[in-house]
């Protein structure tokens, strides 16, 4: 499943993360901690299917591979209450946001999150709310994250989104990136698990230029 | 030739717009009179849209940054964000450094991967002109300029229409302006892109496939003026098209 619409991630939304950082968002240049959503938008181009390869561009060591759940939603989502939202979400499926290591959230981080094959996505399925999502590299769990650490879980997530901005049906929305994702390096086999949702399971290729 | 995005006859339609503007031309061949017609913003569902931040070095230096960024500040947008000629925008009540901004679009018409500057415009298929409205309240440090002041609902009128790229021989030789109830409060020339629209394909192909429809919008020059509700905002830029846009309370 490739979304119709935007495929939408939000950063800094894992309680572990704020926590380390949060010494940091009163410095220059941040001045204060975020207040709204931190939101990204994955360009169509990244979204794969099936476990195509993740192509490592040349030149970089290892990829932050970074194992998220992604909402679907099955109708346009504007000032929605929290309670309300799971009526309006047709599917959910696994997805492997990949991106380049980058220390700093000031500016958007196109060339490192905004890359062709970029965004392994599993097979959607009814909508499910796993408790933890587990990362294998090369056969051995190397991570495993709860959802019960995303600073807005899915309900206040959404309703806080589509008050400034309406989910439209067919847009993806990638709840949040663990902080402490791990790191794949080139030719390493890559698998994301999670209860009640379909597997993803890649490999990390040198690209070809 | 022009075409632009219409809803007409109970359905989403291209339709190619005559030399004045009076006229379109839909498909089957039957021609309506632009006043007829309910403009849609010129864009593909599902297609990407980047956007350049700080891409003119004036209006890099009115808010206070330097003339030129390390590497290009490009963001997305989101489908939500795009409204059409003659479209309404909201103006949220406490949006008082709410401002337009007039951009020149590329939209690309064949895949682009690893293109380099001098062969980009090849892969351009026309213009179109952008007002990307910003919010200064709502501005964070954080993936700025963050969702909050660039991808609200309806807050990118895109338009009028797509101006074939055979039709603007020199993107770069442009003339941009901004009229907020006739008085003009924005003026340049795209001769002032940091990043000229070859070079922006360039960049954003070194990591990324364009595909065709994608739109890039390029920038704007420096006149930052607040608006209210009830203004008419028009954009135009030269060889392009002239692009309204009314701020509705909200």
Not at chain 1, 21 to 30: A, C, I, K, R, T
Not at chain 1, 109 to 125: H, M, S
Not at chain 2, 17 to 28: E, F, K, P
Request: proline residues 7%; charged residues 20%; negative net charge.
């Amino acid at each position: 499943m490739i979304a119709s619409g935007t495929i939408y991630g939000v950063a800094l939304n894992d309680s572990d993360e704020r926590a380390r950082l949060e010494s940091s968002f009163h410095d220059e240049p941040y001045k204060a901690p975020p207040a709204a959503p931190v939101v990204y938008i994955k360009p169509r181009a990244c979204a794969t299917i099936g476990g195509a390869p993740v192509p490592l561009p040349t030149g970089e060591p290892e990829l932050v591979v970074a194992a998220t759940l992604a909402l679907l939603f099955a109708e346009d989502v504007c000032a929605v209450a929290p309670a309300a939202v799971w009526g309006r979400i047709a599917a959910t499926c696994l997805a492997l946001d990949v991106s380049l290591p980058a220390a700093s959230y000031y500016r958007p981080a196109i060339a490192q999150r905004c890359r062709d094959g970029f965004l392994p996505l599993g097979d959607v399925g009814a909508p499910t709310l796993p408790a933890e999502i587990g990362t294998s590299i090369d056969g051995e769990e190397v991570h495993r994250w709860s959802l019960s650490r995303l600073v807005r879980p899915v309900e206040t997530l959404v309703a806080d989104l589509s008050a400034f901005m309406t989910l439209k049906a067919g847009d993806l929305l990638l709840v949040g990136v663990p902080g402490d994702a791990p790191r794949a390096r080139a030719g390493q086999h890559v698998r994301i698990d999670a209860a009640g949702l379909a597997s993803i399971e890649t490999r990390i290729e040198e690209q070809r230029s | 030739m022009k075409r632009a995005r219409i809803f007409h006859a109970g359905r989403e339609q291209w339709a190619v717009v005559s030399d004045d503007g009076g006229t379109l031309m839909l498909a089957n061949g039957e021609i309506v009179a632009a006043a007829q017609v309910h403009w849609l913003p010129p864009v593909a569902p599902g297609v990407s849209a980047y956007a350049l931040g700080l891409n003119y070095a004036d209006h890099s230096r009115e808010l206070g940054f330097a003339a030129k960024q390390q590497t290009p500040l490009a963001f997305l947008k989101g489908g939500n964000s795009f409204v059409g000629h003659r479209g309404a925008t909201p103006r949220p009540a406490d949006a008082n450094q709410m401002h337009p901004e007039c951009e020149l679009v590329a939209v690309i018409g064949r895949p682009a991967r690893g293109v380099r500057a001098s062969d980009a415009l090849d892969h351009v298929a026309g213009y179109t002109v952008a007002n990307d409205y910003a919010i200064r309240e709502y501005l964070e440090n954080y993936y700025r300029p963050n969702a909050r002041v660039k991808n609200r609902d309806a807050t990118t009128a895109l338009g009028p229409w797509i101006v074939d790229a055979a039709d603007v021989p020199d993107p770069q030789a442009l003339s941009l302006s901004t009229r907020v109830n006739g008085v003009e409060v924005q003026h340049g020339s795209t001769a002032d892109m940091i990043l000229p629209v070859a070079g922006l394909i360039e960049y954003l192909s070194s990591f990324l496939t364009l595909m065709p429809g994608d739109l890039i919008l390029t920038g704007t020059p420096h006149g930052v003026h607040f608006c209210s509700a009830g203004d008419e905002v028009v954009t135009e830029i030269s060889r392009v098209g002239t692009l309204i846009n009314h701020l509705v309370p909200a």
